[in-house]
DNA sequence: TCAGGCTTCTAGATCGTTCTAGTGAACTGA
DNA sequence: TCAGTTCACTAGAACGATCTAGAAGCCTGA
């Protein structure tokens, strides 16, 4: 039942309501100067033909597309709660958003061409894996955000987290509950890894604790795998790249007998959906993923319309305790 | 560092390479109709100026846009999925994607009005809540094609799964795993739920078992709960309404010390990424979401292409037997 | 030599909007 | 009464591409 027919334009409205196609241009983008009657009448037009404005006409005309590119990992289900931010952001400053998908067969470029050629007036890219240079080059186009990664270059804005302080917290937490033989299962060379990696380093010595990191990743088969080669020299407390990785480690910890918490603690990393699994209950540090989308939409809305130049934003994140960590046992 | 400067127009590369508009256009888009000589030059003065066709500009004039509108849903991670075949399909038949997120705060419609602004040929929904009246509505603007769910009237184009075939196959495998105290444990008000539940009822009956059915919903606490109360009449395989409930129920049978598949089997549906976790290894009836993605493409780009008419293309599911379904206890 | 047919190129209309610069009428206030 | 202001509205250019129709140049063959 597809009715082929050329869909309505301004120039109907305007015959069929007997004025000129400006006055229903001011009518329908509700602009002051029209009168009240004539208003109605052609809304009442437009409803009449089922007119819609036809955007791509309007943005060629206004050079402004009020649109946000936005590019994230169809792989991570983490980047999904970022985008139910940033569309609720967006939204309130009055901009749409534009998703662009990155997955194994369509690599972030070609993503991030598509975002432009929808006509994105900034691009939000959540940890980007382009160089610095191949950001830069982008953003000499326009103004880009980068989400989660903050070594993007000068050219770049980036809004991030501050992986130091995350395990500085973590170590914090898991110190003051009492535990001193604790063990980091890293990301092997995941985005965030390398960071969170030293900052566990450094802020074990700076207690006089022994950092004993073993190489992981951030699946739960890398959280298996490591959490099995703990084996004899099992710490009273661990904490995992991620929380996939950290499901991963409890799996196998309780396969090899071990309680969590009761005999070993487990943190995670990120606060996803995986740690609030209400059979779950992992404590994590939570990033706050609104909170970073929100500000990575503000960053790029204020590129756009203001002069500032690019910046980094780096957020605290914060411990949420949860079921996962409690104090290790007496003979801990 | 952002160059404010305007960005290059065909009238800028025609007139750096000495020709017309009208010839560059025809060098852009590789149309046939100038000399070998010429074409390299006026590519050689386009990229000096960097420039970048509008696809605003050009799309108004040529009506075809190639766009493909695809919504999804943030809160599903199966989605996700699906938005990586569709890409790959719709890559390989020459089309691009704009993908629309639906959240908690952004209604379809609303997504749907913004996909169409994009200047979409067709409109991909996956699993669409609004109803046929309106989806209707939508159809006669454009080919409107509904992924996972299949009554939606005759305006509208559907690909989805058998849910009869998939809960007759679960049952099929467990019965002849030698099960006969099969539980089912409903979807509660979620799509899909009813045909799931109705087929269980009358696959058990058709085979002379009692369809025992547990209230129960599309999350873990869902699973959770339905499984604790159990309780008494333990059965020997449950059969769960998607793979996230399968979860909940399998927390909750350990928690009542029940070994899983030795003493109960759980099987779940949607073989998510949820499912092949490797602790979990849950068994599940797959709806091979790539291959359901790919149809979907399909039949929309055919829609746009052909005159054909609107149709209903219903795939079957198959049994991914993984680790949590096995023959019921000896004295089950 | 010249009609006919390529190939290569161009001028100008066109897509559906918004924007600029106005027009004309009604209303003000001295 | 009349200059000044406000209000409602309009004509036509503009945005940056594509498309149509046709022109110019060159080759071919009788």
């Known amino acids: 039942m597809t009715e082929q027919q050329r869909r309505p334009t301004l120039m109907d409205v305007a015959e069929a309501a007997g004025v000129s196609r400006a006055l229903v241009s001011i009518v329908m983008r509700g602009a002051p100067g029209a009168a009240e009657a004539t208003r109605q009448k052609v809304l009442d037009a437009a409803r009449e033909l089922g007119y819609r404005p036809d955007s791509r006409a309007r943005l060629l005309r206004s050079t402004r597309t009020k649109l946000l590119g936005l590019s994230f990992s169809t792989a991570h289900a983490f980047h999904a709660e970022i985008v139910d931010a940033a569309y609720a952001e967006a939204g309130a400053k009055g901009y749409e958003l534009a998703l662009g998908g990155v997955?194994?067969?369509?690599?972030?470029?070609?993503?991030?061409?598509?975002?432009?050629?929808?006509?994105?007036?900034?691009?939000?890219?959540?940890?980007?894996?382009?160089?610095?240079?191949?950001l830069a080059r982008y953003a000499s186009q326009?103004?880009?955000?980068?989400?989660?990664?903050?070594?993007?270059?000068?050219?770049?804005?980036?809004?991030s987290s501050d992986?130091?302080?995350?395990?500085?917290?973590?170590?914090?937490?898991?110190?003051?509950?009492g535990h001193r033989r604790i063990v980091h299962i890293d990301g092997g060379s995941?985005?965030?890894?390398?960071?969170?990696?030293?900052?566990?380093?450094?802020?074990?010595?700076?207690?006089?604790?022994?950092?004993?990191?073993?190489?992981g990743g951030a699946?739960?088969?890398?959280?298996?795998?490591?959490?099995?080669?703990?084996?004899?020299?099992?710490?009273?407390?661990?904490?995992?790249?991620?929380?996939?990785?950290?499901?991963?480690?409890?799996?196998?910890?309780?396969?090899?007998?071990?309680?969590?918490?009761a005999d070993v603690s487990v943190l995670g990393y990120d606060d996803s959906q995986f740690a609030r699994l209400s059979y779950v209950q992992l404590s994590?540090?939570?990033?706050?993923?609104?909170?970073?989308?929100?500000?990575?939409v503000d960053r790029a809305v204020a590129r756009i319309e203001g002069t500032q130049s690019a910046g980094h934003v780096v957020r605290t994140p914060h411990l949420v305790a949860r079921r996962t960590t409690a104090a290790p046992p007496a003979g801990g």
């Not at 470029?109 to 959540?126: C, K, P, Q």
């Not at 030293?198 to 990191?213: K, N, W, Y």
């Open 284 to 296: 994590s540090i939570s990033q706050d993923a609104p909170q970073l989308a929100a500000a990575a």
């Open 190 to 215: 995941a985005v965030s890894a390398e960071p969170r990696r030293s900052a566990f380093r450094a802020e074990m010595e700076r207690r006089g604790l022994e950092p004993a990191i073993i190489a």
């Open 103 to 134: 997955t194994s067969g369509r690599p972030e470029a070609r993503t991030i061409e598509a975002l432009l050629d929808f006509g994105s007036e900034a691009l939000i890219l959540i940890s980007p894996t382009l160089s610095s240079d191949e």
């Open 142 to 159: 326009v103004p880009v955000v980068s989400l989660l990664r903050n070594d993007v270059g000068d050219a770049t804005d980036s809004v």
């Open 219 to 261: 699946m739960e088969e890398d959280g298996m795998t490591a959490g099995n080669s703990l084996g004899p020299v099992m710490p009273t407390a661990v904490i995992a790249f991620n929380d996939r990785s950290a499901l991963g480690v409890i799996e196998s910890l309780r396969a090899q007998g071990q309680r969590v918490p």
């Open 163 to 177: 992986d130091y302080a995350g395990i500085r917290m973590a170590v914090e937490h898991l110190v003051s509950l």
